[in-house]
């Protein structure tokens, strides 16, 4: 879009309706987006709610079949077009602290009365619609990959500082762009197609598979990205472990609802107690839960004094991890005893990981009820860069033991804390190196 269309239609943009600056008035400070239509074009205007209140105006965009722009002012007055095409800015961070930049659309049936009528832009479900509208007029043929269901190709990234993290758009890197054919755009044959039918979001490892072992069938294919997902790597050692043809492997391991990770594990442990892992009725144990229960109890019996030292030595640096919230806790275990006990109580094969723990390559800690809290709930595994792997309660919560909503609440809040942990390492580990960074802070805060 040139430079004198992008100031002619700056002149062009509707006023809000009342009904419409009605819906944004209310309590404490909040974000808008109104779309609205003048012609064919769409244009948005985003407003920011202070907690007195008051309501101005931020950013602008407007979206034509020749390009889109973005216009930024400073308190509504002044508006200058923006060389930067990003999603609305209504309050900017400062150091230490990223303002919530998100905002409610308003009126986002205009967007089906302008030339975006086609961008599907209704199944976008991401946090960057704006881009979105910006990638559909580059993109138009996008249409048919979201009304076919294949909106799983359109996702966003994460980059930048984690002071001030910036999400972009990102599209699967094998479509193909420059052509308007469904199967040629997606690289599919017709039987590919079929067979992915009711299984659309899981298309993109469903292409690195086909890349991989163009040999195998559809459904073969299909299979392995049901079970294994993006986990090529784990996949691959699990065929040079066992001799098993992946497409078997993956059939046994989704019939009997095994994870990947569950299953390397057991893996793990028939090498430790010298089981020859290319006999079927090892690798592939008719009961999978009743083998692998059965052999953590066999490994229970091999913690050392070593490992016991090695424990204690690291139980006072992992106090930062206990964490409380509501009627709910973590805290960490007390001894390789209890990680053992665990296991047996809650019927999963969190003993097995009981010498890892010590020796410190990764944390089990333990969810607890307040009013129980020596009572075996939920376990949780968290990595040495503070995520958390897995949380798993009774028998890894099979169909019958679905995990419960304040569990999955509180492990996002639990993630939030670990978050705030491994921020406030690296920032100090940023200050040890450069000593400089401190004092340079130091003296940004005395100045303000």
Known sequence: MKKERKEALLNRFPPVPENLMLQMEGKGAA??????TRGDELFARCFHRYCNRRIVERQRYVFAKDGC?????EEGTSWTIRTEFKEPVFCLASYGY???NSYT???????????????YFEMYKGSLPMEYLKFYIRHPNVEYLMKSGYVGVIGET???YYWSVRRKLTAYHRINWKSNNLLKMLGLNRGDFKTLQGSEHLYEPYREWKEKYPQYDPQELLTLSRV???????AESFLQDTGVR????????GGQGIMPRDYGDYLNQCRELQYNLRDTAICMPRDFEKMHTRLSKLIEHRQSEEEQRLFKMNYSERRALEFSSGGLMIRQPKCIDEIIAEGKELEHCVGGYAERHAQGALTIMFLRKKSEPDKPYYTVEVSNDYKIVQCRGLRNNTADNPKPKSVGDFEKKYQEYLDGIAQSKAKKARFSRNPSAKRSERGALAAG
């Open 69 to 73: 722009c973005r216009y930024g002012s």
């Open 246 to 253: 992946l497409p078997r492997l993956a059939e046994y391991l």
């Open 158 to 160: 994460e980059g930048g």
């Open 98 to 100: 990223n303002f919530d």
């Open 228 to 234: 294994f997902r993006w986990n090529f790597g784990e």
């Open 31 to 36: 974000n808008f987006a109104i779309f609205l």
């Open 105 to 119: 659309a308003l009126n986002t049936e205009a967007v089906k009365r302008s030339c975006m009528r086609y961008s």
